[in-house]
């Protein structure tokens, strides 16, 4: 999972010269109906890191029907070390991709 700067035109966004860092692992509960009918890929989730290093708001960027739930609530569980901007922590909005693999035996 690599975050990586949002690239918008909105006033909003916020400038920072240090990335947000993931500092708890991200946990994924395979929706078990996606399972069954073999929906898999990559679902691109865009996170609000707040100052404090929490996910404030989260949605998807690139949807997969019947897994963007379970990536969007594993995204919001997530920690990280807040963004920086000279020096000081700030809100960051940031893309992370959420693979879902089938593993076949």
Avoid: C, H
Avoid at 74 to 89: D, N, R, T
């Amino acid at each position: 999972v690599m975050p990586i700067q949002e690239k918008t035109t909105e006033v909003s966004q916020t400038p920072f010269d240090e990335a947000p860092k993931m500092v708890s692992s991200i946990q994924v509960n395979y929706p078990p109906e996606a399972k069954r009918l073999g929906i898999s890929g990559k679902v691109i989730v865009k996170a609000l890191i707040s100052k404090t290093g929490s996910v404030v708001e989260a949605e998807t960027v690139k949807s997969i029907a019947g897994l963007d739930e379970a990536a969007i609530e594993a995204v919001m569980k997530a920690k990280f070390k807040p963004g920086k901007y000279e020096g000081k922590p700030v809100e960051v909005w940031i893309r992370i991709p959420i693979n879902f693999e089938l593993t076949k035996f």
